[in-house]
């Protein structure tokens, strides 16, 4: 079974950093299609950003230059640096991994199966 848990989410003023984490426990994130996604109170879960078996990205628009994703294949973590937050980046920010057949980005949280709990992100303005 695979558990996902996120870390790294806190208080910050706005124009500062925070860099999140997923670990995972049953499944390697060496080759996984893994993304973030967020989801403000009252608001739809969006998508923020994807890595691809390759290291081929994808950011939404509005974190795009700011946000970066990447992992750590020998600590079996996948990141989310983000930087110059704002306040509309309030949120619970969320792992999530495609099944290992699927090799394709996609920016569709129905296209992962597996989720984090979440971890809050919350920025002062």
């Known amino acids: 079974q695979v558990q996902l848990v996120e870390s790294g989410g806190g208080l910050v003023q706005a124009g500062g950093s925070l860099r999140l984490s997923c670990t995972a426990s049953?499944?390697?994130?060496?080759?996984?299609?893994c993304a973030w996604f967020r989801q403000a109170l009252g608001k739809e879960r969006e998508f923020v950003a994807a890595?691809?078996?390759?290291?081929?990205?994808s950011y939404a628009d509005s974190v795009k230059g700011r946000f970066t994703i990447s992992r750590d294949n020998a600590e079996n973590t996948l990141h989310l640096q983000m930087n110059s937050l704002n306040a509309r980046d309030t949120a619970v920010y969320y792992c999530?991994?495609?099944?290992?057949?699927?090799?394709?980005?996609?920016?569709?949280?129905?296209?992962?199966?597996?989720w984090g709990r979440g971890t809050q992100v919350t920025v002062s303005s």
């Open positions: 999530a991994v495609r099944p290992t057949f699927y090799s394709a980005l996609a920016t569709d949280e129905s296209a992962y199966n597996n």
């Open positions: 049953g499944r390697t994130f060496s080759n996984c299609v």
């Open positions: 890595i691809g078996r390759n290291g081929g990205t």
